[in-house]
């Protein structure tokens, strides 16, 4: 079967990564110093990245069972429940189960407010814990910065 292009990529970053390491070469900056042509200098920074920028990754999609638990947090905390809508959601899978979740809220006619939680499982119970931010630009700043640092995209506000 053949791999598609990502993993094509993602083999020869690993090589690269190889030989810059055989070379002796500990950080990108070292090995552009030493004469690599700047055509390359794009395919460098990305294979020295240390973490996917999020709004290129293909996340994982939150089951009706997740949708359903976050809406439900979320509404409790609010004083008018019933006038919550609710927006994108986007969401992350880490290695220990924990499922980091991004996503946007408008309730009150006050605009969209984004949001983001972590969906965990505590004795068996799944468990959804959240920051609400407000729509002030420097909040959705905030809330962007802890999304992005989950490694998930905060959606784009309406």
Do not use: W
Request: hydrophobic share 40%; charged share 20%; proline share 6%.
């Amino acid at each position: 079967m053949a791999a598609d292009g990502g993993t094509k990529v993602r083999s020869y970053l690993a090589v690269l990564h190889g030989v810059m390491m055989q070379l002796g070469v500990r950080s990108c900056g070292a090995f552009v110093n030493r004469g690599i042509q700047l055509s390359l200098t794009a395919l460098l920074l990305t294979a020295c990245s240390e973490r996917p920028d999020p709004a290129n990754l293909a996340l994982p999609q939150l089951s009706a069972a997740e949708i359903t638990l976050v809406q439900d947090r979320v509404r409790k905390t609010l004083l008018d429940p019933d006038s919550v809508r609710f927006g994108t959601m986007n969401s992350g899978r880490a290695a220990d189960g924990k499922v980091p979740v991004c996503g946007l809220i408008s309730a009150n006619n006050i605009g969209d407010e984004p949001f983001y939680g972590v969906l965990t499982t505590v004795d068996g119970k799944p468990l959804f814990t959240f920051q609400l931010f407000g729509n002030d630009p420097s909040s959705v700043t905030e809330a962007d910065q802890m999304c992005r640092g989950a490694g998930v995209a905060l959606p784009a506000r309406g």
